[in-house]
């Protein structure tokens, strides 16, 4: 086994593409739990980085909103841009994470509740993959208790757009 960096295809993406695939690939699920979507995102921001990696990350995280959002509440998926920084945040209006547990759901096979959890199908990976492509394409990864309920997780990307010289400039400005 090797310990080296894995290396894959990277590209200039368009962040608005990327997560209205990843929102058309979850549709049918959400739709058949009868719970709603909503997408909005900013034209022309951009990442660098491997778009079908990415479309996993966010599809992890995409399908925990849904299974944890109750019937008919909307998930919201959006763009954000803040100086140096794209994000791309998940909000569902579902139970939330214990404080104390916000950091460790993104650690392998960590689930919050055995009992909460246990008809997901899932084993605790999905998160900590969706980290570890974040961590590859230079970001992070955030969760966080939203004011009025339910779950925040936001994928953090170094610059915001193709335009990152200018972001760089007015930081230094
Ligand atoms: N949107 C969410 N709302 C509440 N809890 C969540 C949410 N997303 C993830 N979690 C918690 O984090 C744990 C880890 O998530 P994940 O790595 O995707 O594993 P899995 O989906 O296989 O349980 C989940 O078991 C769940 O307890
Ligand atoms: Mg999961």
């Known amino acids: ?31 058949a739990a009868g719970k709603q979507l909503d997408l909005s995102f900013l034209p022309g921001l951009r990442a660098h980085g491997n778009f079908d ?40 209006h579902g139970p939330g994470v214990p404080e104390f547990d916000l950091e460790r759901i993104f650690e392998a096979f960590y689930r ?18 969706a980290a570890r492509i974040m961590a590859l394409h230079g970001g992070g990864t ?10 925040i997780v936001e994928l953090r990307f170094p610059f915001a757009n193709a335009s990152a010289d200018d972001q760089m400039d007015a930081a230094l400005a």
């Open 1 to 31: 086994m090797s310990s080296a960096e894995p290396t894959f295809g990277r590209e200039d993406i368009d962040l608005g593409e990327l997560v209205n695939e990843v929102v058309a690939d979850a549709q049918f699920e959400a739709s």
């Open 53 to 92: 990696l990415l479309r996993l990350a966010i599809g992890n995280i995409l399908r925990n909103a849904i299974r944890f959002a109750p019937a008919a509440s909307t998930t919201e998926i959006s763009t954000q841009s803040t100086l140096g920084e794209s994000v791309v945040a998940v909000r569902d």
């Open 112 to 129: 919050v509740a055995p009992a909460r959890d246990s008809d997901s199908g899932g084993v605790g990976l999905g998160l900590a993959i």
């Open 142 to 151: 955030k969760a966080r208790n939203a004011i009025g309920g339910g779950l």
